[in-house]
């Protein structure tokens, strides 16, 4: 990319471009390869791709790419709900919107940028969203792509309303699996779960690992802050790391589902599943002035190496431990 790691100057790995509809999008690139694509219509990541360009994340042939329709794939974000509730539309409305790029974001936490490229967005509350959702606030999205590939989304929602206000969450990841009859998930193990399918009954997993058979559509709570994704026939292995977001979500929503969603592939199911990142149970709750953040960190490494890295990580969260993320 002519990009030299000892110089590296993260603004220049940032590219804006438009898309079909004319909708400006971000391309961000690392100093080895590997990209990122958000869109401005939902600030949803809509492709990464490691260094050999292999995308990682799912998006459907069928996808519609044209507001005020969300996109089926990427990374959509979910707020202030996810799920089907009162007034608003399914999984809320800052999926659908035009973000604004920020130019001047409020200061992170101190990081390492050196070959990391970056792209900050903003949403703010109009009158179009206080009809629907009497609140103001302002949502802060940081999306960065990291010198090793992998990705990252911060979210930051400020209450800047005169009286409380109450909200759920989900990054809605759409991840690209050979077969999801290959697929596993560790780390959900002995937790409760909410199961969709069953009028949000409870149950407890019996399972050491998730897999899949039929159609899936569960809330796990109280989850440890990194889950695994495994594929076996790729050889590879999505990690999971997370913060301010207790919960997870896994969907997938097999044949007969996939057959009545117009904007889906009959048998896409086969190469795609959702686990995301969540605050369902318990909706989140800021006073006037207060500030809530949820953190996403994606990588995709090979299988063999998070057998000797999964527990580890585990067990160093579960005790209390710093991970840098």
């Known amino acids: 990319m002519g990009h030299s790691a000892a110089v590296w100057d993260y603004k ?5 471009t438009k898309d079909w509809n004319g909708i400006d999008q971000v391309v961000l690139r690392n100093p080895h390869g590997a990209s990122a694509q958000v869109s401005l219509h939902g600030a949803q990541v809509t492709s990464w791709r490691n260094e050999q360009g292999e995308e990682l994340l799912f998006t459907s042939s069928k996808a519609i790419f044209k507001p005020p329709k969300a996109i089926r794939g990427g990374i959509p974000i979910c707020f202030p709900q996810f799920g089907n509730c009162a007034s608003l539309e399914q999984h809320g409305f800052a999926k659908n919107k035009i973000w604004t790029i920020d130019e001047n974001p409020p200061p992170f936490p101190p990081n390492d940028y050196h070959g990391k490229s970056f792209v900050d967005l903003l949403l703010k509350s109009t009158e179009e969203e206080l009809k629907c959702w009497p609140y103001s606030f302002e949502f802060r999205l940081r999306v960065s792509l990291g010198a090793d590939g992998d990705l990252t989304l911060i979210s930051r929602v400020r209450n800047i309303n005169g009286k409380p206000f109450s909200f759920s969450f989900a990054y809605h990841t759409y991840l690209l699996v050979s077969d999801i009859s290959e697929v596993r998930i560790e780390g959900l193990e002995t937790l409760d779960y909410l199961d969709n399918l069953c009028q949000k009954e409870r149950f407890t997993e019996q ?15 109280r989850c440890p802050n990194v889950i695994a994704v495994l594929d076996h026939e790729r050889k590879r292995t999505y990690m999971i790391r997370k913060e301010g977001l207790p919960d997870v979500v896994v969907w997938n929503p097999w044949e007969k589902k996939s057959k009545s969603m117009v904007d889906f592939g009959d048998e896409e199911y086969k190469q795609m599943l959702c686990v995301n990142g969540a605050a369902m149970e318990k ?37 209390g431990s710093i991970v840098q993320l």
């Open 12 to 16: 220049a790995a940032m590219e804006i």
């Open 283 to 319: 909706p989140i709750t800021l006073k006037p002035g207060e500030e809530w953040t949820g953190r996403l960190e994606l990588s995709a490494v090979p299988s063999s190496f998070c057998i000797e890295h999964f527990e580890i990580q585990r067990k160093s969260l579960r005790n």
């Open 207 to 221: 399972e050491d690992a998730v897999t899949f058979e039929s159609e899936v559509d569960r809330v796990y709570l």
